[in-house]
C-alpha cells in the first residue's frame, strides 16, 4: 500500500489481502542521531535523522520551514475503540513526529483467558487481535514509507493471555510491549503464580523477536492518593520486574524502565520529581527509560496539563530518557480526541527541541538537597526490598498489603493493595513440568527436553511460526455483525459522496467543541453556556471544562456537542489559491523594467515589522527580485503615500494596517482607493494592504487590489504583482 | 494477614546503610532485588500454564481456537505437565503427521488413548 500525501488512506486497501499480508520486521528501531548537526540558521546537539514529509512546529515559518527532530522516540497513545478511525489518527501524529504508536486494549481484555479474534468494536480501546495488529502494521508500514522514519508499533502483554499475545506481537511485526507480572497481580487481580511463570515465557518470546519491554510501574503513580510517596516502591518495581527479565533472559537495552514524574504544580513539582528521575537512572544505568508524563492531576484544564508536560519533559532532557511518551492534554476529560494526540506529540517536540544541548549549558548540583534525596531515596528502595524478603520473599508481601501503600517508606498506613497469592484470576492454573516436560518451539523458557538437543528446537517438524511465518493461522471475522466492514459501511458510502461531518475520535461522530466565556456567576453561567450551545445547534451539549474568572465577572467553559450536520465537498467554494511563481520567474520580469513601489504602513499606526518582511531583502521581502522599494514609514498619512507614487511613478502600493480597531482598516483602504482615483492615479497603481486582520476578499471588499494577511511571504506578494503586470497593457 | 501501620522511622532504620559507599549501596539494592526474583524464576523454570501452552500450539501452527480447546481438554485430562507441544509432535511423529494434522485429530476425539501413558 502505497499513501499520497494529498489524499486520504484508504481504508478498503487497508483491508485487502489481510490474509497474506506480512510485517517486514521485527523489533525494535531507534532513531538515528546526527552528531552536531546543521539544520537552517542553526546547530544541534541532540536531533536525529530529518523526515521526509511533516508538519513543522508552528514557529518554523520565521526560520525557514525547518523541521527538525529531536534524538529521542516519541510515543503517543491511540484508541478510540475503532482501529481504523485509530490509524488516520496515526498518520496524523506520524506527519507531527510520532514515532512510537501505543494501542490501549479495551476494557477486559486482560481477563480473557485466550486470544480474540475479528475487530469487534472496543471500550475505552481496541481488542488486540490478529487481524487488528496485522491491518493496523500494514498502515504503519504505508505510513513510515510517507514520513520516511520507521514506525514502532506497542500494546500490551499481560493479563491471562500474556505469552500468546508475545507470540502474536513477535508474528505480527509489533515491536514493543509493556510486560510486567506484577501489574497483573497488584491491579488486575490475577493469581499472583499464574502472572509470574507466564511472564518468563513472554519475556523470552519478545526479548528474542527484539522488542522493547515497557514495565508497569508508573500505575502506581496514577494509583496512589499521594503519588510521590509511592517513590521507594517504585524502585522495587521496576527492580522485580528488571531482575526477572534478565534472569529470563532479556538483555538490559531491550528493558524499559517506565517512568513519570510524580507530581504537579503547584507541589514544588521539580525539587520533588527531580531527585527521584536522578536516582532510579543511576540506580538502573544499562537499562532504557521511557519517559511518561504525569497523568494523576489533570482533570479537564488542557492548558493546565500541557504546562505540567512540559516540565515532564524538561526533567527528561534534566536526566535522560529514551522514549519520551506522551499524554494527550484532554486525558482528564474524555477519550483522548484526533487533535488531542497531536497536541501532546507536539509538546513534547516542542520542549526537547527548545531544550537541545541543555547538557552543554548546566550541570547538576550534587552538593545541595539533590545529592541527599537521591541518597535517600536509594536507601528507602533498599530497605523496602529488605522488608520483601523478612516477609519471606515476594508472594508474602504482595499476601501483606506492602505494595501501593500510601506511606513514604519505611512508613506504612496500612492502606496497600494485598492479594491472596493462592486466589484471584487463574488461580490453580500453574501446573508443575513433568521431567519429559517438552514444547517443540523456538523462545521457550524454562525445563524443556527440546532444548537440550542441537540445532532449533522446531526443526523437527520443519519450523515453528517464528521460524516459517507461512505455518501462522490466519482467523478473519468471527462476528458477523461486530466488525471493520460493517462498522465502515455508513462512512465509506458519506465519504464515496463527498460528505464531510465534524470529527474528533470516530468517522462521522459530529462532535465539536466551543469556548464560551459568560458573565456572570458559575452556576448562572454554565446554564447559559450549555443553553448558548443548543442554541447553536449543538446536540446533547456537555460542559467538559470549566474555570471561573471571577466569582462574579464570569466563567469560561468548553461545551461540546454533536453538530448534525453533513456539507458535500464538491458544493463549496474555495478561495481561489493561485501558486507562488518561481523566484527566477519572478526576477526575470522584475529586474529589467525597473518598477518602483511605495510602502507604509497608514494612519495612526505604528506596526511596521510585517511590512518591512515583506519588503527587505534579508527577509526574504520582494526587494530581492530587483523591485525599488520606498518605505515611507509608519502612519503615513494617505495623500504623502500618493505624492511618493507620483514622485517615483511607482506602480505599486503596500499599504499596511494592522489597528483594526473600529474598523479603521477597512476605511484607511476605501479611502486609499477614493483618493487614487480622485487624483487620477488608480489605473497605473496596484494598491495591495496587508496585516494579520486582512483577507483577500476583505481587502478588495474595500477597493484594493489584493489583500494578505497573516503567513504571507515576499514571493506570494511578488508573484501578485507580476501576474497583474504582465496582463497590464504597457508590459 | 494483619497490615503493618508505622511511622516513617527512616532514621533510625538507615543507620546500618550509612556506612556504605553509593555503589556499595546500589551494589545492596541488586543483590537484594536477585534474591527476591530467584524464587519467581525458579517457578517459573519448572511449570507451565494453559497460557504457555496455547502459545507453544500457536507457534506449531495452531488457530487461537485450536490452541484454546486442545490445551483446555489436555489440562482437564492432567496432561499438561508433559507439555502440550510434546504430546502433539509425538503423535505426529508416530502417525506420520504434521503437527496441526495431528492436532486436529485429537480435536476430532482420535488418538487420545495414546496420550495415557
Known amino acids: 500500500m502505497k499513501l499520497r500525501p494529498d489524499e486520504r488512506l484508504d481504508l478498503s486497501e487497508l483491508l485487502r489481502d489481510l490474509e497474506h499480508y506480512r510485517p517486514r520486521r521485527r523489533g525494535w528501531t531507534w532513531r538515528r542521531p546526527l552528531p552536531d548537526a546543521r539544520i537552517g540558521p542553526f546547530r544541534y546537539a541532540q536531533v536525529s535523522e530529518p523526515l521526509a514529509r511533516s508538519v513543522p512546529l508552528p514557529s518554523a515559518h520565521a526560520f525557514g520551514d525547518i523541521d527538525p527532530q529531536c534524538d529521542v522516540t516519541i510515543t503517543t497513545e491511540i484508541a478510540s475503540g475503532r482501529f481504523e478511525d485509530d490509524v488516520r489518527r496515526m498518520r496524523m501524529a506520524a506527519w507531527h513526529g510520532a514515532d512510537h ?30 487481524k487488528q495488529l496485522r491491518a493496523t502494521r500494514k498502515a504503519l508500514d504505508a505510513i513510515e514509507d510517507e514520513v520516511g522514519r520507521p514506525i514502532n508499533f506497542h500494546s500490551y502483554v499481560s493479563g491471562l493471555a500474556g505469552p500468546e499475545m508475545a507470540v502474536l506481537f513477535a508474528e505480527e511485526g509489533v515491536n514493543g510491549a509493556h510486560q510486567d507480572p506484577q501489574y497483573n497481580t497488584l491491579y488486575r487481580g490475577i493469581n499472583v503464580h499464574r502472572s509470574f511463570v507466564d511472564a518468563a515465557e513472554a519475556k523470552r518470546v519478545m526479548a528474542n523477536a527484539g522488542l522493547l519491554q515497557i514495565d ?126 497531536v ?84 488461580a490453580g492454573t500453574v501446573v508443575p513440568r513433568e521431567p519429559g516436560y517438552g514444547a517443540p518451539v523456538c523462545s521457550h523458557f524454562g525445563a524443556n527436553v527440546y532444548a537440550e538437543s542441537e540445532g532449533k528446537a522446531c526443526s523437527a517438524y520443519g519450523g515453528c511460526t517464528l521460524c516459517d511465518p507461512t505455518k501462522i493461522r490466519y482467523v478473519d471475522e468471527l462476528d458477523p455483525d461486530d466488525n471493520v466492514e460493517r462498522r465502515l459501511e455508513a462512512p465509506l458510502t458519506e465519504r464515496a459522496r463527498g460528505l464531510l461531518r465534524p470529527e474528533v475520535e ?32 449543538l446536540r446533547d451539549p456537555e460542559v467538559i471544562h470549566a474555570r471561573v474568572l471571577h466569582p462574579a465577572e464570569g466563567s469560561v467553559f468548553e461545551v461540546k456537542g454533536v453538530l448534525d450536520v453533513a456539507l458535500r465537498a464538491d458544493e463549496l467554494v474555495l478561495p481561489e489559491q493561485e501558486a507562488r511563481l518561481p523566484h527566477a520567474e519572478i526576477e526575470a520580469f522584475v529586474r529589467p523594467r525597473n518598477l518602483h513601489v511605495v510602502a507604509a504602513t497608514a494612519g495612526e499606526d505604528e506596526h511596521s515589522v510585517g511590512l518591512q518582511e515583506i519588503l527587505d531583502i534579508k527577509h526574504g521581502g520582494i526587494e530581492r527580485y530587483g523591485f525599488r522599494c520606498h518605505y ?6 494617505l495623500e504623502r503615500l500618493l505624492d511618493a507614487a507620483e514622485e517615483y511613478d511607482a506602480r505599486v502600493v503596500l499599504v499596511s494596517t494592522i489597528v483594526t480597531h473600529r474598523d479603521v482598516h477597512r476605511e484607511q483602504m476605501r479611502a486609499l482607493h477614493e483618493l487614487a482615483t480622485r487624483r487620477g492615479l488608480r489605473d497605473r497603481l496596484l494598491l495591495i494592504s496587508g496585516g494579520t486582520q486582512v483577507s483577500d476578499d476583505l481587502a478588495r471588499g474595500c477597493g484594493m487590489d489584493a489583500g494578505f494577511g497573516r ?12 501576474r497583474r503586470l504582465r496582463e497590464a497593457p504597457d508590459a | 494477614m494483619r497490615r503493618t501501620q508505622r511511622p516513617d522511622d527512616f532514621e533510625s532504620r538507615r543507620a546500618p546503610l550509612r556506612e556504605l559507599s553509593d555503589a556499595e549501596l546500589r551494589e545492596r539494592f541488586w543483590s537484594l532485588a536477585r534474591l527476591v526474583v530467584a524464587p519467581l524464576v525458579e517457578q517459573a523454570r519448572t511449570h507451565t500454564t494453559p497460557a504457555i501452552e496455547r502459545s507453544v500450539l500457536l507457534r506449531m501452527g495452531f488457530s487461537s481456537a485450536e490452541a484454546k480447546t486442545l490445551v483446555g481438554r489436555l489440562h482437564e485430562r492432567g496432561l499438561l505437565g508433559r507439555g502440550a507441544g510434546r504430546l502433539v509432535h509425538e503423535l505426529a511423529q508416530r502417525h506420520g503427521l504434521t503437527p496441526r494434522d495431528a492436532g486436529l485429530a485429537l480435536l476430532e476425539d482420535r488418538h487420545w488413548e495414546e496420550l495415557a501413558g
Request: net charge negative; glycine share 10%.
Open chain 1, 101 to 130: 504508536i501505543m494501542v490501549i486494549r479495551t476494557t477486559g481484555q486482560s481477563h480473557f483467558d485466550g486470544l480474540i479474534e475479528g475487530t469487534p468494536e472496543g471500550v475505552g480501546g481496541i481488542p488486540i487481535t490478529r
Open chain 1, 343 to 426: 497536541a501532546g506529540v507536539e509538546t513534547a517536540r516542542q520542549t526537547l527541541m527548545g531544550l537541545d544541548g541543555l547538557d552543554e549549558l548546566l550541570a547538576m548540583r550534587r552538593d545541595g538537597p539533590l545529592g541527599e534525596l537521591v541518597r535517600e531515596l536509594i536507601e528507602r528502595g533498599v530497605l523496602f526490598l529488605q522488608e520483601v524478603l523478612d516477609q519471606g520473599g515476594y508472594h508474602a508481601a504482595v499476601e501483606s498489603g506492602q505494595f501501593v501503600d500510601s506511606g513514604y517508606f519505611p512508613e506504612r498506613r496500612g492502606d496497600g493493595i494485598a492479594r491472596d497469592p493462592e486466589a484471584g484470576v487463574g
Open chain 1, 632 to 637: 515611507l514609514g509608519t502612519s503615513i498619512p
Open chain 1, 711 to 722: 503567513g504571507t511571504t515576499g514571493q506570494d506578494v511578488a508573484s501578485f504583482i507580476v
Open chain 1, 216 to 341: 508497569g510501574a508508573h500505575n502506581a503513580n496514577a494509583t496512589a492518593k499521594e503519588a510521590w510517596k509511592v517513590t521507594p516502591e517504585l524502585f522495587v518495581q521496576h527492580a522485580v520486574n528488571t531482575a526477572f527479565s534478565m534472569a529470563v533472559g532479556m538483555p538490559a537495552e531491550q528493558i524499559a524502565l517506565s517512568t513519570v514524574p510524580p507530581t504537579a504544580p503547584p507541589a514544588p513539582k521539580l525539587r520533588l520529581d527531580l531527585p527521584y528521575a536522578v536516582a532510579l537512572r543511576e540506580v538502573f544505568a544499562g537499562c532504557r527509560f521511557r519517559a511518561q508524563q504525569n497523568t494523576r492531576y489533570i482533570e479537564s484544564d488542557t492548558r493546565e496539563a500541557t504546562v505540567t508536560h512540559v516540565l515532564d519533559t524538561l526533567i527528561s532532557r534534566l536526566t535522560s530518557a529514551d522514549v519520551q511518551s506522551t499524554i494527550t492534554p484532554d486525558e482528564g476529560r474524555n477519550v483522548p480526541w484526533h487533535y488531542n494526540n
Open chain 1, 506 to 537: 470516530k468517522a462521522g461522530d459530529g462532535v465539536v467543541c466551543v469556548t464560551l466565556f459568560v458573565p456572570d456567576k458559575p452556576d448562572v453561567a454554565r446554564a447559559a453556556g450549555l443553553e448558548l450551545a443548543r442554541r447553536m445547534g
